[in-house]
């Protein structure tokens, strides 16, 4: 019977072997051991191997890992050929099941119809609707709760108002000529200190005067030309927009008679005086000044009338434009009549000029001076012109440096206050502007010490020294809130102890507390006159003290607080709602 030729099928492999190397064993010449029909088999199996067959051939692999060893259960039909068990060849035909379970078990996903027909069943749309209720019933219960933090959040405070002169201090600059160090000092020499008014973090200068005037004389007085010693207007105007770049505002000095006996003239030369005035506050208005001072005052003949109508002429060009009269008075109630017809107007005067004040004589003179001024914004010096070293012994100095820049209200120094320059003259001749110690070379040639501690060069880089001091304390008046324009709340204390507190709204409040009395004192501080709401902490954060020997930034306790003799002490507490 004659053998049907195989059918190819898939999953069948086929591993031809190795021909054979000699025949074995007796037999007819060409033929095998095993006769014709192993040949026979043997050409049918080539044939198979065209269709669907893999071939693999077997390197003298183990039993247990030959193809024959396949799982149990698998359709396999296995040819052997070849004459030997090392090199044969087996033909596996897999079972073509797994091939189809494979293919149907990759999965092609939803088609568009299908995924609509889900989505649009009762169940999902049911979920979707929940799901959306529940993002804005969250949404809004969100929305809520942050309307009900913000009515129930304590309100902030609103601002007040505030110009350039309100926010730090003004350096007075009477003789420029001293203030260089030189005879040959001038506008071009000022503008090249302006780096070194920067650092004392000043608000204003206030130059001059340095308009032309000769003594006594008014018909030779021009207010609106610059003394040829001091440069031209050209230079005047470069040193304004310098000035401008660096923050710092300029304020002219009007008086007129500045070389004279009296500075306003004769009587007699009221309205011709008057005249030039507006004619000049108009001129230099135009040329971009920032503001004017006028000094003496009280010698004018009706001198409140005269300063209402210059503050309307300043103030027609901008709101932004300051007026400062000075006097030499030091009782209130001239002081008070000078300021009735005008509006935010600084005036200088001697009204802190006393040289024996105690603690409780200060606080008498601030808070009187306060409540008369009510909400009017006032300015702080001891004269209105002079250095603090005419008025205030050496040991105070850092006190009332402390004092004048945290009471609220302007404070206005003049060129030396920063380093404690002394005043010059000699007894019975007319004081003379002393000259301005830069370094080494700035003392005069007949001084007999040369203190190179004295000078700006020996200061700058000592944190003890009071130039440092000026500066810290500049710093800190024009960037906290509660100097800025906090309250004012004076606390009892001792005789020769002087305590406020300074505190605007939710920020950082600040203790400070002075020591006029040569001895070491206890701080007793009452709080009877403090505010509703208001209370003194327990423990205080040290800011800064004017005697060496406390470490900034120390936790000190009120009822512990101990003060050295001329010891002022800048303490800070937060705000507690």
Known sequence: MDHEPHEPSAGVISVPSQPPSEPSGPGPQGLGPQGPSAGGDSGTMSQDTEVDMKEVELNELEPEK???????????????????EKNGLVKIKVADDEADAA????????????????????????????????FWLGWLGMLAGAVVIIVQAPRCRELPEQRWWHKGALYRIGDLRAFLGHDTGNLAGLKEQLDYLSTLKVKGIVLGPIHKNQEDDLTETNLEQIDPIFGSKEDFESLLHSAKKKSIRVILDLTPNYKGQNPWFQSIQTDTVAIKMKEALRFWLQ?????????????????????????????????????????D?????????????????????????????????????????????????????????????????????????????????????????????????????????????????????????????????????????????????????????????????????????????RQWDQNERFLVVLNFGDVGQLARLGASNLPTGTSLPAKVDLLLSTQPGREKGTSLELEHLNLQPHEGLLLRFPYVA
Not at 287 to 295: A, C, E, K, L, W
Not at 303 to 319: C, D, G, H, M
């Open 66 to 84: 030959q193809p024959m060893n396949a799982a149990s259960g698998a359709a396999m039909a296995v040819v052997v050929t070849g004459g030997t």
């Open 103 to 134: 293919a149907e078990a990759k999965f092609t996903g939803l088609s568009k119809e299908e995924l609509l027909k889900v989505a649009g069943s009762p169940a999902w749309v049911r979920t979707r609707w929940a799901l959306l209720l529940l």
């Open 287 to 327: 040329t971009g000044v920032d503001g004017f001072q006028v000094r003496d005052v009280q010698n004018l003949t009706d001198p409140s009338s005269f300063l209402a109508e210059w503050q309307n002429i300043t103030k027609s060009v901008s709101e932004d434009r300051l007026l400062i009269a000075g006097t």
């Open 329 to 501: 008075s030091s009782d209130l109630q001239q002081i008070l009549r000078l300021l009735e017809p005008t509006k935010d107007l600084l005036l200088t005067s001697s009204y802190l000029s006393h040289s024996s004040l105690t603690g409780n004589h200060t606080n008498f003179l601030v808070t009187q001076y306060l409540d008369a001024f009510g909400s009017n914004w006032c300015s702080w010096s001891v004269s209105q012109a002079g250095l603090l070293t005419s008025f205030v012994s050496p040991q105070l100095l850092r006190l009332y440096q402390l004092l004048l820049f945290t009471l609220p209200g302007t404070p206005v120094f003049s060129y030396g206050d920063e380093i404690g320059l002394e005043g010059a003259g000699l007894s019975g001749q007319p004081a003379k502007a002393p000259v301005m110690l830069w370094d080494e070379s700035s003392f005069p040639n007949t001084s007999a010490s040369r203190n190179i501690s004295m000078t700006v060069k020996g200061q700058s880089g000592d944190p003890d020294s009071l130039l440092f001091l000026f500066r810290w304390l500049s710093d800190q008046r024009g960037k906290e809130r509660s100097l800025l324009h906090g309250d004012f709340y004076n606390l009892s204390s001792g005789p020769d102890l002087f305590s406020y507190i």
